[in-house]
């Protein structure tokens, strides 16, 4: 199968990073700046149980990968989505033509996870996970160096700057997808 799916008449925007970065409402707001569809990945998980089971120290759920592309890939196949999700490596490398990894300061990101009720445990974890980069090196190692885009999301100017950065950039993928 070829990496890219040529067949798309709109682009497919993958958002990820550490929770708390501003996924959800970046992507919410690129969804409507350009009448695409938010995917918010957390929320099918649960919505379709795409899960083994959940592991109670850390809060969380062993994902069924299986399962969740199965219950993506009608989702993804006509293009158009942008996908929200804190972690990229399972969803096969054609889904996506633009990868956007939010990156958020150590101070911004302790403060919003401590408004999201996170435990301490919790919490550490993802700000150690955050300052190891690991999102990002996930991304580089999972999709082409050329679509994987690193950005700053600590404040409301960022969020409106990777907004307009994506309005752009969908508007030169319709260009050259005529
Ligand atoms: P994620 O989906 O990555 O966990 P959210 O989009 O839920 O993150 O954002 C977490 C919190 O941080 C929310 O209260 C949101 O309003 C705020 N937030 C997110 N991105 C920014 C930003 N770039 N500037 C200021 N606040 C932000
Ligand atoms: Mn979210």
Redesign the pocket.
Known sequence: ASLTAKTRSLPNILIT?T????????SADIAEALNLKHLNVGDIVKSEKCYESRDEEFDSYILDDDKLIDEMEPMVEDGGCVV?FHSCEMFPERWFDLVLV?RANTEVLFD?LTERNYSEKKREENMTAEIMQVVAEEARESYAEEIVHEVQ????E??EGNVERVKQWVAAWKQNNP
């Not at 929770?19 to 970046?26: L, M, Q, V, Y």
């Not at 999301?153 to 409301?156: D, E, I, K, L, W």
């Open positions: 990073g929770p708390g970065t501003g996924k959800t409402t970046t929200d939010l919003r999301s600590n404040t409301v960022d969020m």
